[in-house]
Nanobody, 116 residues
Framework: QVQLVESGGGLVQPGGSLRLSCVASGMIFRIYGMGWYRQAPGKQREWVAVISSGGSTNYADSVKGRFTISRDNAKNTVYLQMNSLKPEDTAVYYC??????????WGQGTQVTVSS
């Protein structure tokens, strides 16, 4: 049974930084692309950053140059370093497979709030 557990969110001022972590279990982590997604109140969930099994990365235009995705296959963990945070980055952040071929269940997510 696949389980994804996100952590690292919190309240941060505009311009601040946070590092999110997501630990995966029940899947062969190293062979899958992984992504970070977010959902703001009243909006649909969107992807923000993805990393392939080989380490190639891609970012949504809204976060390019500010966010960095990375992975540690030995720890079954994917990270999202978020710098220069803006109020519009406020959302619940989730990780999951990318693309979502296997429809793994979503975790509980981690809340990121950017506010002064």
């Amino acid at each position: 049974q696949v389980q994804l557990v996100e952590s690292g969110g919190g309240l941060v001022q505009p311009g601040g930084s946070l590092r999110l972590s997501c630990v995966a279990s029940g899947m062969i982590f190293r062979i899958y692309g992984m992504g970070w997604y977010r959902q703001a109140p009243g909006k649909q969930r969107e992807w923000v950053a993805v990393i392939s099994s080989g380490g190639s990365t891609n970012y949504a235009d809204s976060v390019k140059g500010r966010f960095t995705i990375s992975r540690d296959n030995a720890k079954n963990t994917v990270y999202l370093q978020m710098n220069s945070l803006k109020p519009e980055d406020t959302a619940v952040y989730y990780c999951n497979q990318y693309p979502r071929y296997n429809n793994y269940p979503w975790g509980q997510g981690t809340q990121v709030t950017v506010s002064s």
